[in-house]
């Protein structure tokens, strides 16, 4: 159980994508904006990726992570915030479905 | 998101302050909501459960889809008095999800084999206070009976504006506590938040008994923050 009542801020996602804009690198911030059966990280929760496909922070236990990264990338390079939803009905289940059962919505924004 | 909107949040989040991030998931406009801003209609019913809940969910308000992110500090709860109800409260509230710290500058109630896993400070208040103050995500139970321990405490948890605040002892004892708060220069209204004697009237009697009065009234006080006003919640 975390115990600490402040923010852990060489892990917090938030912290971190702030620090990288700070340093002048591109980011996006993709949150959990829905989920639906289980689902292995609550509503709310982040992964930020830099330019260069560093990440931090989830958005699922591992499972979609790769092809959210994927479109951050193509987030920052044009600036339209996306839409994804992963779930074993998905059509790409097999690459990078919820084998957990559940579904999730992401939503994947540019920082700036 | 908006980089000034990102930098505002942690500032927020650093300071233990509560937020909500409210992004317009149509154009992807967000906004920074702090607790107490007024926002009115099915939107405004929807940030205030996410303050109240601490609950981030998707909502639609006048046509339009939003994101509610909730930052809410961690609620933490402050025992002054490393007592035989502390004993009992520390384990449980722990439990319930609300960090404890222990404070008494008795060493020979605190002491870590009374105490163990428990954040524990056999110092005077004003120390431990000034080092790490207290906040509206904090309570305090104020459990010593002891004026010289337990006043400077309980009149700084009124100005920090403590979702909760519960003193040990009788009605008689409270009397003459208020008068020593006035004296301290606390007002009747903030006094009036003080809930003595203290813990949820379940007809406890044994020390632990006290502590799951004390920390349902602590849960309730949490729970139902932002209600005061409209007179819900006594």
């Given at each position: 159980m975390d115990e600490s009542i402040y923010l852990d801020e060489a892990r917090d996602p938030l912290i971190i994508a702030e620090g990288w804009m700070k340093d002048g690198k591109d980011v996006a911030i993709a949150t959990v904006v829905e989920t639906w059966g289980s689902a292995p990280r609550p509503v709310g929760s982040h992964l930020v990726i830099d330019g260069e496909g560093n990440f931090h922070g989830s958005v699922s236990g591992g499972?979609?992570?790769?092809?959210?990264?994927?479109?951050?990338?193509?987030?920052?390079?044009?600036?339209?915030?996306?839409?994804?939803?992963?779930?074993?009905?998905?059509?790409?289940?097999?690459?990078?479905?919820?084998?957990?059962?559940?579904?999730?919505?992401?939503?994947?924004?540019?920082?700036g | 998101m908006d980089p000034y909107v990102l930098k505002t949040l942690?500032?927020?989040?650093?300071?233990?302050?509560?937020?909500?991030?409210?992004?317009?998931?149509?154009?992807?406009?967000?906004?920074?909501?702090?607790?107490?801003?007024?926002?009115?209609?099915?939107?405004?019913?929807?940030?205030?459960?996410?303050?109240?809940?601490?609950?981030?969910?998707?909502?639609?308000?006048?046509?339009?889809?939003?994101?509610?992110?909730?930052?809410?500090?961690?609620?933490?709860?402050?025992?002054?008095?490393?007592?035989?109800?502390?004993?009992?409260?520390?384990?449980?509230?722990?439990?319930?999800?609300?960090?404890?710290?222990?404070?008494?500058?008795?060493?020979?109630?605190?002491?870590?084999?009374?105490?163990?896993?428990?954040?524990?400070?056999?110092?005077?208040?004003e120390d431990v206070l000034k080092r790490a103050p207290l906040d509206s995500y904090t309570a305090l139970a104020a459990v010593t009976h002891d004026p010289k321990i337990d006043d400077f405490a309980l009149k700084a948890a009124l100005d920090a504006r403590c979702f909760y605040v519960g003193a040990l002892?009788?009605?008689?004892?409270?009397?003459?506590?208020?008068?020593?708060?006035?004296?301290?220069?606390?007002?009747?209204d903030q006094i009036a938040r003080i809930h003595a004697p203290i813990g949820l009237d379940i007809g406890a009697a044994s020390p632990a008994e006290i502590a799951v009065a004390v920390l349902a009234q602590a849960i309730h006080a949490f729970r139902s923050r932002g209600l005061e006003a409209k007179g819900a919640v006594a």
């Open positions: 499972c979609v992570e790769g092809a959210v990264v994927t479109e951050a990338i193509d987030v920052i390079d044009n600036g339209k915030a996306k839409m994804l939803e992963f779930g074993v009905a998905d059509e790409t289940a097999w690459q990078v479905g919820l084998s957990c059962g559940g579904r999730i919505k992401v939503y994947v924004e540019r920082l | 942690n500032e927020e989040r650093r300071a233990r302050r509560a937020a909500v991030l409210v992004t317009d998931l149509g154009d992807g406009r967000d906004r920074i909501v702090r607790e107490g801003d007024h926002v009115a209609g099915d939107l405004g019913a929807a940030i205030a459960n996410a303050f109240r809940t601490g609950n981030s969910r998707s909502v639609d308000a006048e046509g339009r889809s939003f994101f509610l992110n909730a930052h809410l500090p961690r609620p933490r709860l402050v025992v002054i008095g490393a007592v035989h109800i502390s004993q009992a409260l520390a384990p449980m509230a722990r439990i319930a999800g609300y960090p404890v710290e222990i404070i008494d500058p008795r060493t020979a109630f605190a002491t870590p084999e009374r105490f163990p896993d428990v954040a524990l400070h056999a110092e005077w208040p002892g009788s009605r008689k004892t409270h009397a003459k506590r208020v008068e020593r708060l006035l004296a301290l220069g606390a007002g009747a």
